[in-house]
């Protein structure tokens, strides 16, 4: 009998889409699984796995005969070559002693499993087949078929060994591993991303803020902080509907409480959550902010006056108090070599710079450059890891076709060369859905109030949601969250 279900495999435009869409939405419900039995974008050592589906749940959990592991699920872009990622799969599948694993894009549909003592391809359709096939699908992979066959084996007492425990690198029996003691999925734990460039008006604000709307609708826990006293990235999230100076809470309540200022304020218990403005209006998914405020202004030459290195450091401490409640930390640093800029590149993981690619913007990436050296040295000497440069972000970018065709190309291969830093692949082009979003309003009464959106939210089928999405996709990719 047929699938009722339909699968339009068309509607999967990305690897987000194929993973919800498809993955999440269709095939582990149909098959019976719900969201008990899987875990999605989970590490085992040095593996990452989109989905790990489970045929009860049980955790932690041992690699075994036994273990309640079905299968492994891995989801890509319509546009990958399948056949480019069988092997790794077929690695995981070894590692963790699973039957099954699916390898999927959507237009391309795969289960592999063990035939003939060997790993291999053993059921393969094209996405629009997978209804017309299920009951085939199912029988391989369905949520009671496995648990049956799991359920038989061990009464039977099957080939595998119920004790045996493998060790995830190699897949050889790990002697060194109690087989009762069991393997822990570990949480994603937080990732600061500083976006900084010398250069203003490069599309800072709009990275970060649509940036943090693309991971936070992945689900993803996100953080912004405005570490520019211009504080673009505070109104762009919808901090200040605020139209007289005595409706303004944001100068008591800004980043700067989290530094040390005067005597009292050194020594200030005040908690990180204090400052920290949950669910921003501007975007339906959740992305919390630490704002900033133009009374930041005079500050920083009250800090850089007596600066001895702890302020710069004081922000990655404070990060710490809420380190277990965020996936993402953005950091929209000012386009200056001055001190929040400093704090900005002391406390992040990693490093985006937007460029719009012009003659001015691509001199300051030797600005650029410098700074993050002479930062990089300080966090030697405070034993810390070097900042990774996750690459240049082409930004505002001109949507001519001869310019995209031509000339871009050769701009950027002329800045990676003359630079030495690293290109992304994702761009983003200079829209007006995007201008728009972020200087929409409302009117109440007789005022107009800002209202900024993020493009997700604004303009949700425009070709800048497409933009964000790939470049949320290549920074998990970066930094190892995604494969």
């Known amino acids: 009998m047929n699938n009722p279900l339909f699968f339009d495999p068309d509607r999967c435009r990305n690897e987000t889409e194929v993973e919800s869409k498809f993955v999440v939405q269709y095939l582990l419900p149909a098959l019976g699984y719900d969201p008990y039995n899987w875990s999605q974008e989970v590490a085992l050592g040095s593996i990452r796995l989109d989905f790990l589906v489970f045929t009860r749940q049980i ?41 099954y ?24 359709c094209k ?64 990732k600061t991303i500083a976006v900084y460039h010398n250069k203003g008006g490069v599309g800072k604000t ?10 936070a609708r992945m689900d993803y826990r996100v953080l912004l902080i405005d570490l520019d006293s211009q504080a673009n990235t505070t109104f762009a999230t919808g901090l200040m509907k605020f139209t007289f100076s005595d ?37 339906s998914a959740r992305v919390d902010v630490i704002p900033s405020h133009i009374s930041v202004a005079p500050k920083e030459a009250e800090l850089q006056s007596r600066e001895t290195g702890a302020t710069a450091v004081r922000l990655g401490r404070r990060l710490n108090e809420v380190a277990d409640e965020y996936d993402f930390v953005l950091i929209d640093c000012p386009p200056s070599l001055g001190l929040y800029s400093r704090i900005g590149l002391t406390t992040c993981d990693y490093l985006i710079i ?20 002479e930062i990089n040295f300080f966090r030697e000497e405070i034993k810390r890891n070097l900042i990774t440069v996750l690459g240049i972000l ?17 701009l950027e291969e002329k800045v990676i060369q003359q630079y030495g830093l690293p290109m992304l692949e994702s761009r983003i082009y200079e829209r007006n859905d995007l201008a728009k979003a972020l200087s929409n309003e409302i009117f109440e009464g007789n005022l ?32 190892g969250i995604k494969k």
């Open 206 to 215: 709009t990275t970060v803020v649509n940036l943090g709307a693309a991971l």
């Open 448 to 479: 107009v109030i800002p209202d900024p959106k993020s493009i997700f939210d604004y303009a949700p089928n425009s070709q800048s949601v497409s933009e964000f999405e790939s470049l949320a996709n290549e920074i998990l990719h970066k930094i």
């Open 127 to 190: 996405g629009r087949e997978v209804p017309d096939r299920f009951e085939e699908i199912k029988q391989l992979i369905g949520y009671h078929e496995i648990a049956q066959r799991k359920k038989t084996s061990i009464e039977t007492g099957g080939s595998n060994d119920p004790d045996r425990v493998y060790n995830t690198e190699t897949n050889f029996p790990n002697p060194l591993v109690e087989s009762s003691k069991p393997i822990v999925i570990k949480e994603k734990q937080m």
């Open 101 to 124: 694993g699916v390898l999927t894009n959507a237009k391309d549909f795969r289960i592999l499993g063990e035939k003939d003592k060997e790993i291999q391809t053993i059921f393969q």
């Open 394 to 410: 082409p930004s505002k970018v001109m949507t001519y076709p001869k310019f995209i065709q031509f000339t871009l190309p050769k």
């Open 59 to 99: 955790l932690p959990f041992r690699i075994s005969s036994d273990s309640p592991l079905a299968l492994i699920i891995e989801a890509k872009s319509p546009r990958d070559n399948l056949n480019s990622h069988v092997k790794k799969t077929i690695k995981y599948i070894r590692s963790l002693n699973v039957a």
């Open 247 to 283: 409706e303004d809470y944001l100068e008591d309540k800004n980043f700067t409480r989290l530094l040390p200022f005067a005597e009292k304020n050194a020594k200030d218990k005040s908690n990180t959550k204090d400052v920290i403005i949950t669910n921003a209006s501007y975007s």
């Open 354 to 373: 937007p460029s719009d690619l012009k003659p001015f913007a691509n001199q300051g990436l030797r600005n650029v450059i410098n700074f993050i050296a």
